[in-house]
T-cell receptor, first 114, second 114 residues
C-alpha cells in the first residue's frame, strides 16, 4: 500500500516551460487536492477534485490547470512556468463518506523555476 | 470555511505536556476541527479530528470548548520527535462537496527542548 505518490520529486524549469505533476493514490479515495507551500508558509489550496471527471478551484488557482480522468490520478499542469511558481507542491487525498481519517499527503514535489 | 488563528511558535520541555491552542470563532455548526503536523519538509500528517466532543487517540487529545470557538491539541508527553509545525483547520463533513475548500494557515511551530 503506497498511499499517495507524487512524481517527480524534484524539478528545475526555465521560465515559460510547461510541465505536469502527477499524483497517484491507491486508497480508493474520492477526493484529491493540490497544495503549494512557499518557504516558511502554510499550505495554500490550488485546485481540488471531489470525484473522477470533476475539478474545482481553490485559493490560488491562477497559472495552473488540473485533470482527474481516472479516480486514482490527479494531474497538475503548469502551462507557462514563472519564478513565482517556485514552491513545494503537495498532493493529498481523502474519503468522501463520514468515516474520515483526514487527508493523506504525498511527500511533495520541489519545483524551482529559473 | 471558518478561518483559524494559532500562535506562531511555542516551546515545550521534553516529557511535559504540550498544549497547542487554536481559535476558530467563526466555525459553523457542521464544521469539524482537524489537526495535522508537518515534520521538516515532509507532507503533513493527520493527527486527530472532532466535532463537539473531546477526542483521544494514540497520538494526542483534542479538547473543544463548549461554544466550539476554540480548541486545544494536547500531546501528553512530548518527545524531541514531536518538534514540528502543527496546523489546525476546520472543514465541512467530507460528504459535503464544499469540504475541499478548507485551507491551512501558517500553523504553530512547536519546539520540544531536552
Amino acid at each position: 500500500n503506497a498511499g499517495v505518490t507524487q512524481t517527480p520529486k524534484f524539478r528545475v524549469l526555465k521560465t515559460g516551460q510547461s510541465m505536469t505533476l502527477l499524483c497517484a493514490q491507491d486508497m480508493n479515495h474520492e477526493y484529491m487536492y493540490w497544495y503549494r507551500q512557499d518557504p516558511g508558509m502554510g499550505l495554500r489550496l490550488i485546485h481540488y477534485s471531489v470525484g473522477e471527471g470533476t475539478t474545482a478551484k481553490g485559493e490560488v488557482p491562477d497559472g495552473y490547470n488540473v485533470s482527474r480522468l481516472k479516480k486514482q490520478n490527479f494531474l497538475l499542469g503548469l502551462e507557462s512556468a514563472a519564478p513565482s511558481q517556485t514552491s513545494v507542491y503537495f498532493c493529498a487525498s481523502s474519503f468522501s463518506d463520514g468515516i474520515n481519517y483526514g487527508y493523506t499527503f504525498g511527500s511533495g514535489t520541489r519545483l524551482t523555476v529559473v | 470555511d471558518a478561518k483559524t488563528t494559532q500562535p506562531p511558535s511555542m516551546d515545550c520541555a521534553e516529557g511535559r505536556a504540550a498544549n497547542l491552542p487554536c481559535n476558530h470563532s467563526t466555525i459553523s455548526g457542521n464544521e469539524y476541527v482537524y489537526w495535522y503536523r508537518q515534520i521538516h519538509s515532509q507532507g503533513p500528517q493527520y493527527i486527530i479530528h472532532g466535532l463537539k466532543n473531546n477526542e483521544t487517540n494514540e497520538m494526542a487529545s483534542l479538547i473543544i470548548t463548549e461554544d466550539r470557538k476554540s480548541s486545544t491539541l494536547i500531546l501528553p508527553h512530548a518527545t524531541l520527535r514531536d518538534t514540528a509545525v502543527y496546523y489546525c483547520i476546520v472543514r465541512l463533513p467530507p460528504i459535503n462537496t464544499n469540504a475541499g475548500k478548507s485551507t491551512f494557515g501558517d500553523g504553530t511551530t512547536l519546539t520540544v527542548k531536552p
